[in-house]
């Protein structure tokens, strides 16, 4: 059984910033590729930043300059750090993994909120 579990996400100020980690546990061989990716209200979930293991990262237009992701390979965990926060930033954050098996698993999400 493998789960994700995120953590760090919540209310925040326009202009500031929030930390989300998360963590893989049980079954995993090996990990390829993790990220996050979040639903607004109403809205399609959306891709907002990948790493693959070897520290390559894609973000999505809208978050790019503003938050920076990252991973511990040995720890099975990566992070979201997230400054210069946008109303339109609220949503839920899920955490996502892609094995080398070729299998998706995801967290069960953190709400972040971005009040003006």
């Known amino acids: 059984q493998v789960q994700l579990v995120e953590s760090g996400g919540g209310l925040a100020q326009a202009g500031g910033s929030l930390r989300l980690s998360c963590a893989a546990s049980?079954?995993?061989?090996?990990?390829?590729?993790m990220g996050w990716y979040r639903q607004a209200p109403g809205q399609q979930r959306e891709l907002v930043a990948v790493i693959t293991t070897g520290g390559v990262t894609n973000y999505a237009d809208s978050v790019k300059g503003r938050f920076a992701i990252s991973r511990d390979n040995a720890k099975k965990m990566v992070h979201l750090q997230m400054n210069s926060l946008k109303p339109e930033d609220t949503g839920v954050y899920y955490c996502n993994i892609l094995t080398t098996t070729h299998w998706y698993y995801w967290g069960q999400g953190t709400q972040v909120t971005v009040s003006s």
């Open positions: 049980g079954s995993i061989f090996s990990i390829s590729t």
